[in-house]
């Protein structure tokens, strides 16, 4: 069983930054594609990043691009999002996922492993 550990968020004023990292301990996070979701409260859940297993390839949703980047380090067996510039509208539980695919993918049901998430709230 896969366990995602996610942490780093927090509350921030508007224009700020947050780098969320995803763990998880006695797994090799290199085998799988990763991703970062996010749920605002009443919304569904939506995708906001993906990275392939070796980090050579990234993928952004059109509300965050420019403003987010993700990364891994394998050898430390996590991923990273960093989040500059922050809006009101980025408030969301965010969620670190695994997927086997061999390619990143928009849709949660292509994730099988999800961490329990953690809050990110951006004032104005």
């Known amino acids: 069983q896969v366990q995602l550990v996610e942490s780093g968020g927090g509350l921030v004023q508007a224009g700020g930054s947050l780098r969320l990292s995803c763990a998880a301990p006695?797994?090799?996070?290199?085998?799988?594609?990763m991703g970062w979701f996010r749920q605002a409260p009443g919304k569904d859940r939506e995708f906001v990043a993906g990275?392939?297993?070796?980090?050579?390839?990234?993928d952004y949703s059109d509300s965050v691009k420019g403003r987010v980047t993700i990364s891994r380090d394998n050898a430390k067996n996590t991923v990273y999002l960093q989040m500059n510039s922050l809006k009101p509208e980025d408030t969301a539980v965010y969620y670190c996922?695994?997927?086997?695919?061999?390619?990143?993918?928009?849709?949660?049901?292509?994730?099988?492993?999800w961490g329990r998430g953690t809050q990110v709230t951006v004032s104005s």
């Open positions: 996922a695994a997927s086997r695919l061999g390619h990143i993918s928009r849709d949660d049901s292509d994730y099988a492993y």
């Open positions: 006695g797994v090799t996070l290199s085998w799988y594609c």
């Open positions: 990275i392939t297993s070796s980090g050579g390839r990234a």
